[in-house]
């Protein structure tokens, strides 16, 4: 598409370089030059929303396949265990090599935030995560990791880390967006509804080979239970990580690195819980080429690439854009979990995601109104101080011409 604009852009220039009139100051760059510069530009303002919609995608396939290997027997902890460890094998090179001349002194200090970070973003989150994903489903799983923003809203309020201002429309907004939000998730855990799809067949075909036993509804009902109370637990873990990673940052701003060296705490972390509650060797056996694809496809691209491009975008453009594209990891999630894995849609899941998306996206919209709010205050001011300098630098000169 970029070519199609570039070749347009050229043989307009060849057809009109005789009319085309230049300000004389400006220097003799070739036309063909500028058009290029311009459309590299506007490459450059998309690249983040391009990022976002890959990083999304591929979490989507990674939800997808984590929920199929859990449901074929794996190990939660053997699976975390592998994921981190080939997310550190993976970027623990790039980190070195990309970060080395920028990379400050690794204090214990630092070491301690990693080794929490782990521990609250990385081995008992990503636990949490996966039992309820086995327990549930991957669409309902997404719907509940849209709620990140909105806890980490809340929690960052008594740290004051966030504000909410009642008198302008942003600060009504963000309230607004948390009490909607935190209702989409009340009827999430709590109302299952009617099943909106028919997958007797296939699902009866499923239960055959995944489990020898057919499930009671009762059974059913207390997997399902069971599963939404670990997303809440994993949401919450996951939106604590996002309130550690503001003194990170600020010690260690060196992406690669932290994720590795953060990877490997967890993977040391998810051994030893793996180790002490199940000592059978054999569940750290890959079995099949399922297993070993979901690792090393959740480990370098779900644990590795991913957390590196979030990472990326919340610097280019700020923690607002990244966290407005979260509802389409479940549109995506759903787009491959209903047909593919034969999972079931509930009209609880579905009305509760509808309310919870439509709360995330008030709070955001009420956080970019009051940070556009504070930027033109900000603006106003200094055109304010530029104005009274301008005002006492003219009576200096009236002074001095007076005398």
Same mark, same amino acid.
């Given at each position: 598409?970029?070519?199609?604009?570039?070749?347009?852009?050229r043989?307009?220039?060849?057809?009109?370089?005789? #009319?085309?009139?230049?300000?004389?100051?400006l220097?003799s760059?070739p036309?063909?030059?500028c058009?290029?510069? +311009?459309i590299m *530009? #506007?490459?450059?303002?998309w690249?983040?929303f &391009?990022?976002?919609?890959? /990083?999304?995608?591929?979490f989507?396939i /990674?939800?997808?396949?984590?929920?199929?290997?859990?449901?074929?027997?794996?190990?939660?902890l053997v699976?975390v265990?592998y994921?981190?460890?080939i997310s550190?094998m993976? %970027?623990?090179?790039?980190?070195?090599?990309?970060e080395?001349?920028s990379?400050?002194?690794? =204090?214990?200090?630092?070491?301690c935030?990693?080794f929490?970070s782990?521990?609250?973003?990385a081995?008992? =989150?990503?636990y949490?995560f996966?039992l309820?994903?086995q327990?549930?489903?991957?669409?309902?799983?997404c719907?509940f990791?849209n709620m990140?923003?909105v806890i980490?809203?809340?929690?960052? %309020?008594?740290?004051?880390l966030e504000?909410?201002?009642?008198?302008?429309?942003?600060?009504?907004? *963000?309230?607004?967006?948390?009490? !909607?939000?935190?209702?989409?998730?009340t009827l999430?855990?709590?109302?299952?509804?009617?099943?909106l799809?028919?997958?007797?067949?296939?699902?009866? +075909?499923?239960?055959i080979?995944?489990?020898? /036993?057919? %499930?009671? #509804?009762?059974? *059913?009902?207390?997997r399902?239970?069971?599963g939404? !109370?670990?997303?809440?637990?994993?949401? $919450?873990?996951?939106s604590s990580?996002?309130l550690?990673?503001?003194?990170?940052g600020k010690?260690?701003?060196?992406?690669y690195?932290?994720?590795?060296?953060?990877?490997?705490?967890g993977?040391?972390?998810s051994?030893?819980?793996?180790?002490?509650?199940?000592?059978n060797l054999s569940?750290?056996?890959?079995?099949?080429k399922?297993e070993?694809?979901?690792?090393?496809y959740?480990?370098m &691209?779900g644990?590795? $690439?991913?957390y590196v491009?979030?990472s990326?975008?919340v610097?280019?453009r700020g923690p !607002?854009?990244?966290a407005?594209?979260?509802?389409l990891?479940? &549109?995506?999630?759903a787009m491959?979990d209903?047909?593919?894995?034969?999972e079931?849609?509930?009209?609880?899941?579905?009305?509760g995601?509808?309310?919870?998306?439509?709360?995330l996206y008030?709070?955001?919209?009420?956080?970019?109104d009051? $940070?556009?709010?504070?930027?033109?205050? $900000?603006?106003?001011e #200094?055109?304010?101080v530029?104005?009274?300098?301008?005002s006492?630098?003219?009576?200096?000169?009236?002074?001095?011409?007076s005398?």
């Amino acid at each position: 598409m970029c070519w199609g604009v570039v070749k347009t852009g050229r043989k307009f220039v060849k057809r009109h370089s005789k #009319s085309l009139t230049l300000p004389p100051n400006l220097p003799s760059f070739p036309v063909e030059c500028c058009i290029d510069i +311009a459309i590299m *530009k #506007s490459f450059e303002e998309w690249k983040p929303f &391009i990022v976002m919609i890959a /990083v999304n995608f591929s979490f989507a396939i /990674v939800n997808i396949l984590l929920k199929k290997v859990l449901d074929q027997g794996m190990n939660h902890l053997v699976l975390v265990t592998y994921r981190l460890s080939i997310s550190t094998m993976f %970027l623990a090179p790039i980190g070195y090599y990309m970060e080395r001349n920028s990379r400050p002194k690794l =204090t214990l200090r630092i070491l301690c935030y990693l080794f929490f970070s782990a521990i609250i973003g990385a081995s008992i =989150t990503q636990y949490f995560f996966l039992l309820g994903i086995q327990y549930t489903s991957a669409t309902f799983a997404c719907a509940f990791v849209n709620m990140v923003p909105v806890i980490t809203f809340l929690m960052a %309020l008594p740290l004051g880390l966030e504000t909410v201002n009642l008198k302008c429309n942003g600060g009504r907004a *963000k309230l607004l967006g948390t009490v !909607v939000c935190v209702g989409g998730a009340t009827l999430l855990t709590l109302y299952r509804g009617m099943p909106l799809f028919d997958h007797s067949h296939s699902q009866s +075909a499923t239960q055959i080979m995944g489990h020898a /036993v057919k %499930l009671s #509804s009762a059974k *059913k009902t207390q997997r399902w239970t069971i599963g939404s !109370v670990a997303l809440v637990i994993g949401v $919450l873990f996951w939106s604590s990580w996002f309130l550690l990673q503001s003194p990170i940052g600020k010690r260690y701003p060196c992406q690669y690195s932290s994720t590795a060296i953060m990877s490997f705490f967890g993977a040391i972390q998810s051994a030893i819980l793996s180790l002490s509650t199940n000592r059978n060797l054999s569940a750290w056996v890959l079995k099949g080429k399922m297993e070993i694809i979901t690792v090393l496809y959740a480990g370098m &691209i779900g644990s590795g $690439l991913c957390y590196v491009g979030m990472s990326w975008c919340v610097k280019k453009r700020g923690p !607002v854009l990244t966290a407005a594209f979260s509802p389409l990891i479940q &549109i995506l999630a759903a787009m491959f979990d209903i047909p593919i894995l034969h999972e079931q849609l509930h009209l609880g899941s579905l009305l509760g995601s509808i309310v919870v998306i439509i709360g995330l996206y008030i709070l955001l919209w009420g956080k970019n109104d009051e $940070l556009k709010t504070c930027v033109s205050k $900000l603006a106003q001011e #200094s055109e304010e101080v530029k104005e009274q300098d301008q005002s006492q630098m003219q009576v200096i000169a009236v002074s001095c011409d007076s005398r």
